[in-house]
């Protein structure tokens, strides 16, 4: 296989990841990350074998046919080539959805060629270092489904009036009435941000572009955990509770188990997951008895899956330090999303066209239904 089969056969590959990377599947995104620099390290050495096939051809050589051959092995290696060969090829704009893999300057700013340049003797490494990156793990707690309209209406179900109870022979026997269930709706919620990158930028350093645009979508999934995390504290109908101040790791730990059993007793189903900030973990996991014997496994020790009274336990900033919540998750409330993720990118907007210009465009629609609101407890540590 010569090198422009390998590249195909990469370019293949990364296609094929196209429906995973959409549907937000971290171990798709990070395979598409190496494969753009596969594809960036064949399409360099295309380019010096052609080169030498130049200079073969200066001193000689009659094959014409590099020429074709270089115009075939630049077939949407990026983003940014792949919107250009479309607009050579057709003499006018088109749009297109694309997933790509990180990397932003300021929001106003349009990524443009770096203006220092690098010294060819120093090796440099095309891998960009990233910031720290928060996990994206509270849409996963929640079960998943997808509406075709707006708006999503669901019943709750009305309190029971009256019991039945054990009569006599010809004994009246008592009256149960069931209220009418009561309506919620749930509206979809937009999230989306847009970047700018210039034709040269895309051509001439792929691989920041394609970490530019990867990191718009980790963007938009932390804008989306935050607004799930928000709109279930803000849910009416979630059980609250409050810890004290001067509580020990013992005493939050006891809280928590009342508040999974509340869930349970609340919703009729038993709490699946613990959501807490690192801090707060950190408060539980060096909790020590009066003889200093610590209370979990020590620093020795590590538990294969975080939990607490057997229940998974999610640590993640996503919720302010002194704040836990304890809930059935999966059973008691679901994210409701319509198309996934979008991502489109076009030079027509604006006066991109004549700038050459492109602008990118990541967007989703999503609600959060708590259809059992008891299902969920709130504790809330006092700071007084």
Not at 134 to 162: K, N, P
Not at 334 to 351: I, L
């Amino acid at each position: 296989m010569n090198l422009k089969e390998m590249l195909k056969a990469k370019q293949k590959e990364l296609a094929g990841l196209s429906a995973k990377i959409k549907a937000g599947d971290e171990e798709a995104i990070k395979s598409s990350q190496d494969l753009v620099k596969e594809i960036n390290d064949l399409k360099e050495k295309i380019k010096a074998a052609e080169a030498a096939m130049e200079i073969i051809n200066t001193i000689g050589s009659d094959d014409h046919g590099s020429e074709a051959e270089a115009g075939e092995a630049k077939k949407a290696n990026s983003l940014g080539e792949n919107f250009i060969n479309f607009v050579k090829a057709s003499g006018h704009a088109k749009k297109f959805d694309i997933t790509a893999p990180a990397f932003v300057k300021a929001a106003t700013t349009v990524q443009t060629s770096p203006a220092a340049a690098v010294d060819w003797a120093t090796a440099f490494d095309r891998n960009v270092v990233t910031a720290p990156r928060v996990g994206l793990v509270i849409r996963d707690l929640f079960g998943a489904e997808t509406i075709s309209g707006s708006t999503l209406q669901y019943l709750v179900e009305g309190a029971i009036e009256g019991a039945p109870a054990v009569t006599a022979e010809g004994a009246k026997k008592p009256q149960v009435h069931f209220a009418e269930p009561t309506p919620v709706t749930v509206a979809l919620k937009k999230i989306a941000c847009f970047i700018k990158e210039s034709d040269e930028y895309i051509d001439d350093y792929s691989f920041l572009a394609s970490a530019i645009n990867g990191r718009l979508l980790y963007e938009l999934g932390l804008v989306e955990q935050n607004t799930l995390v928000t709109d279930l504290l803000a849910t009416n109908g979630i059980q609250t509770g409050s810890i004290a101040k001067t509580a020990t790791a013992a005493g939050i730990a006891d809280a928590i188990l009342k508040a999974a059993m509340d869930v349970q007793d609340g919703s009729g189903f038993a709490a699946d997951a613990i959501v807490l900030n690192p801090t707060d973990w950190y408060t539980l996991r060096i909790g020590r008895d009066s003889n200093e014997r610590y209370y979990g496994e020590g620093y020795f020790g590590t538990q294969t899956i975080p939990n607490l009274w057997g229940i998974p336990v999610c640590v993640t900033p996503a919720v302010a330090a002194g704040t836990i919540v304890v809930g059935a998750f999966k059973t008691c409330g679901s994210v409701v999303s319509k198309n996934g993720v979008s991502v489109e990118a076009v030079n027509t907007n604006e006066d991109d066209f004549v700038k050459n210009l492109m602008t990118i465009r990541a967007e989703e629609r999503l609600a959060l239904a708590i259809r059992r609101p008891a299902g969920f407890k709130k504790l809330t540590i006092a700071t007084t």
